[in-house]
């Protein structure tokens, strides 16, 4: 029997879920819940009913595991909470000073319901936080670095766009090759944020609009560029569109450390992603079925990646694991 | 209160388990047991008892997790399921295609004893098998590729020293550089052993011994050497001693792989040790804390690390891990 999968919202993430769900064998898709009229949704599989998010209590013995797509600033502090009263869930919440918050809120409803929920998957947190928590388990004396990019920021591209005569904007996120290097050589240097990431800016500006004043406003602007070597490129809207609609990203995480006789050692972790959002929605659904295990354990309430032990992640038996894996 | 930790065997690997137990505040090193006269071995921390190995049980209540640090070939098959009888256990044991063997045999006598064991610890197996099944899970559709080195074989090095003629040896295992940037570039090549790494020999001759036969017996020896590119470099004595006692080690786990919107992705985790068995120790240590967490929750039998939470490897309460880690 497949572990029947709920997708709350039909976003990027949530078609990416649901693409991540038709490649996987021992999952299927049960329901899309969205706050939007379900009859003006299409989505692509075919026969799965589309529902009204505020229908969704009905559908608790129906779904085995809800992924709640919503984002980190509004929707999921909101959301998983409330939906953790009805179902096992999965989110993807990014904020990271706000986690011992919103874990605390969807523990208490998670295990006043009798259900699992795992909170912040994704590649960071997520997949980074891991490389974080094993690094520092293993090398308990050392230094901690974390690189993001090449990718766009969709805060500072949005940061962009609200300045007058910008019609359009992309930033990406670049890590330093020269700091990279540095680490990998040995050091442990002290990085200021500069050290660490460029930032490039694709501007499409309005016709007519000063160019300068954009250039200067970007990278003056306090929090978002001030701090950063950022560069300004004005182009047209064509190039826009041919270029920058991707949605790539990645990024890196690295420990120095120093172990009882003096040895030094790097442990890198990286990745190098083609799409963001399909890439977050394939961890996704790689602890929804961690959350369904989980919750045939009894094991309630709320977790994050660093209480799941990997092989609950895996479709295959524990004995294929300790064969191929291990 | 400490994790009360014992070593059984004071080679290189407890050597390594009692430098990582001082520097770890939540252990202490509570007994060292030795197959050798305990009145002939000088160990580093005073005031620790050595005890015959054969005296071992009476220490059933005075020890919290013992690390066994034998060898794989014929040590840990026999001391871990013999020791998991009176102690929560780990060891290293590394030769992979045995492991569902060892597995079993421990997990039948951890179970009857009511204690936790953890085999197969270290970085291959160990950090590399997490590094293979999380990107196993969250990139289902996708290529493995492991790589080792650059770093020292000792199974290759001691084939050389059985070689006539041969006084001293070293063999470093060294990854092919193009091979790994086809794959960072976003290939999935199907590559041959010869593909992947290249041997390289540094030799201490006896005197007057006939080189090139040397280096055509080192050259032509079957699943050594055959079906490698290798170098042998011949090295007097000095040379040897001076340049290649290190035991510097390391290694790649690559995943290439694509999701189901066709995006591709590359996930890399690679180790540059600058000493295999201080490394491989440390990784033993985090997993001790763990066996102990495990044991107190009456989880029992064998287990790898794909069995492990990585929250139960760090001395860090949950509420510390959430804000720092994830």
Known sequence: MS?????????????????????????????????????????????????AAADAAAWTDKIDVLIVCGGSAT??????????????????????????????????????????????????????SLARAYANAVLPNGTDYTFWGPGVSQGHSDAIRRIKGVKNAKQYTIPVQQALDRIRGG???????????????YVVPEEGADLARIENE????????????????????????????????????????VTGGGAKHIIEYSLKLESNPEFTTSVLVAYARAAYRLSGEGSFGAKTVLD?????????????QRSHLV
Request: charged share 20%; with cysteine.
């Open 308 to 320: 799941i032990a990997p092989a609950y992640l895996l479709p295959a038996s524990p004995e294929e």
């Open 187 to 201: 050091e442990t240097p002290e990085l200021t944020t500069r050290e660490k990431h460029t930032r490039l800016c």
């Open 75 to 128: 929707d999921l502090p909101v959301q998983t909470p409330e939906y953790a009263k009805y179902f096992n869930v999965i989110d993807s919440f990014d904020t990271h000073a706000n986690i011992p918050t919103h874990f605390a809120n969807v523990d208490a409803a998670a295990k006043a319901a009798g259900k699992t929920a795992i909170i912040s998957v994704g590649w960071d947190p997520g997949m980074f």
């Open 3 to 51: 572990i029947r999968i709920g997708i709350m919202g039909y976003g990027n993430l949530g078609k990416g879920v649901e693409l991540a769900v038709a490649a996987a064998e021992d999952l299927e898709l049960a329901a899309v819940f969205t706050r939007r009229d379900p009859a003006s949704l299409k989505i692509r599989t075919q026969g799965v009913p589309v529902v």
């Open 218 to 257: 970007i990278k003056t602007m306090p929090n978002y560029f001030s701090d950063y070597d950022t560069t300004v490129n004005f182009i047209t809207e064509e190039e826009f569109n041919r270029d920058h609609t991707g949605m790539a990203h990645g990024g890196f995480v690295l420990r120095s450390g």
